[in-house]
C-alpha cells in the first residue's frame, strides 16, 4: 500500500529539520543536450549526499517509539545491509534516535562510502560477494546478536523518501515524465506515491544497470526475475539480484516502463552532469539521465525529469569516468 498524502505530509515534517527541502533546477546545458526541457531534482544535496536519509529518519523514528530501550528487554541495535546509501542514512538515523547500527557491505564496496558510515557511527562489517549475500548476513547477525533487522524496502521508508517526490513534482507539476533509479524500489515507489497524492498524471519512468536487469525482466515478464549475478562497475546503487515483491507491485501498477542503461552510458551521463551543472552524480545517480539520453528522440521537446538520487562515488572512480573519451559530443561545451 502507498503512503498517503497526509502520511507523507507527517514524514515531511519530521525529517525537515534535518533534511531542508532539496532544490530542483533547469539546467540550459542538459536541455540543450537532450533536446528536452531537463529538471533535475538534486538529491545529492542531502545531509548524506543521497536520498535514502530521507526513509532512514523515518523508520528510525519509528522504532524509537516502538523499541525505546532501558528495561534491559528491549533491542538497542540495528543492522542492516548496504551498498552504501542506505547503509549511510541508517547510520545517521540510528544515531540521531538512540541506536547503534552495524552494517554489513560486500567485499569490494565503495572505500569512501566504507568511510562514510563509519562516520556515521556504525560498526561496519564486509561479507559477501554482493548486496544479496550481504543482506542474507545481515539476517544472521540480526539472530545472533539480537539485533533489529533493517530492510531496504519498508513503507516507512517509502513514506519518507516520497517527500522528494512531492517537492519534485509539487515543483515542476507539468513534467510530461520523470526517470527515477530502481535499487531495491523505495525511490521509485516514493515518486509513484508522490504522483498518486498530488492528483497528476506524469508518467513514471524506471531505470537499471544492463548489468543488474532483475527489476526490469520482472516488469516486462510481470513475474519475479532473479538475476545469477549483479554486476555494474560503476551503479553500484542498483546492483541488486533479487527484486522486493512490495515494490514489484507497485511497479508493475503505477510505473509505465523500466529502461535498462549499460556502464558506458551511465559514465557519459556523469560527464554531462558534472560538465553542465558542476554537480557530482555517482553511477545510480546518473542513471536517470542516461535513460532520458538513451530515449531522447521519444522524449524531444517534452518537458523531462530526471532524479540525481546520490553523489557518492570514490574519488578515483570518478576521476577515472572524467578521464575516459566518450562518445562523439560527449562532453557539454
Not at 173 to 182: A, F, G, K, Q, R
Request: charged share 20%.
Amino acid at each position: 500500500m502507498l503512503p498517503s498524502k497526509s502520511a507523507i505530509a507527517a514524514a515531511a515534517d519530521l525529517i525537515g529539520p534535518t533534511v531542508p527541502p532539496t532544490p530542483q533546477y533547469a539546467w540550459p546545458l542538459l536541455s540543450e543536450r537532450v533536446g528536452a526541457t531537463v529538471w533535475m531534482k538534486h538529491e545529492n544535496h542531502t545531509p548524506t549526499g543521497a536520498f535514502k536519509i530521507r526513509g532512514g529518519l523515518v523508520l528510525m523514528d519509528a522504532l524509537r517509539r516502538d523499541h525505546p530501550g532501558g528495561d534491559g528487554a528491549r533491542r538497542t541495535g540495528v543492522v542492516a545491509a548496504t551498498r552504501g546509501n542506505h547503509g549511510q542514512s541508517i547510520a545517521l538515523a540510528a544515531r540521531l534516535n538512540g541506536f547503534s547500527a552495524t552494517i554489513v557491505v560486500p567485499h569490494g564496496n565503495s572505500v569512501e562510502k566504507n568511510a562514510a558510515m563509519r562516520g556515521f557511527g556504525a560498526e561496519l562489517i564486509v561479507h559477501g560477494a554482493d548486496f544479496d549475500q550481504a543482506l542474507d548476513h545481515a539476517r544472521s547477525l540480526a539472530d545472533t546478536r539480537g539485533l533489529l533487522a533493517i530492510p531496504s524496502f519498508d513503507p516507512r521508508l517509502v513514506a519518507g523518501v516520497a517527500t522528494y517526490g512531492v517537492e519534485f513534482l509539487s515543483a515542476c507539476s507539468e513534467l510530461d515524465t520523470v526517470y527515477v533509479p530502481i535499487g531495491l524500489g523505495s525511490g521509485i515507489c516514493g515518486v509513484v506515491a508522490a504522483r498518486e497524492a498530488l492528483g497528476l498524471t506524469t508518467t513514471i519512468v524506471g531505470v537499471v544497470s544492463t548489468g543488474a536487469p532483475a527489476y526490469k525482466h520482472s516488469f516486462d515478464q510481470r513475474r519475479i526475475v532473479a538475476t545469477g549475478t549483479a554486476d555494474t562497475r560503476l551503479a553500484d546503487g542498483m546492483a541488486v539480484r533479487q527484486p522486493d515483491p512490495a515494490a514489484l507491485e507497485v511497479i508493475w501498477r503505477h510505473v509505465d516502463r523500466v529502461v535498462a542503461v549499460d556502464d558506458a552510458e551511465i559514465a557519459e551521463a556523469m560527464r554531462l552532469i558534472f560538465a553542465a551543472t558542476h554537480n557530482i552524480a555517482e553511477g545510480a545517480g546518473a542513471a536517470a539521465l542516461a535513460a532520458v539520453m538513451q530515449e531522447r528522440s521519444r522524449m524531444a521537446g517534452r518537458k523531462v525529469g530526471v532524479v540525481l538520487c546520490g553523489a557518492n562515488v570514490d574519488t578515483l572512480v570518478f576521476a577515472s569516468v572524467l578521464s575516459e573519451t566518450g562518445a562523439a559530443g560527449d562532453r557539454a561545451a
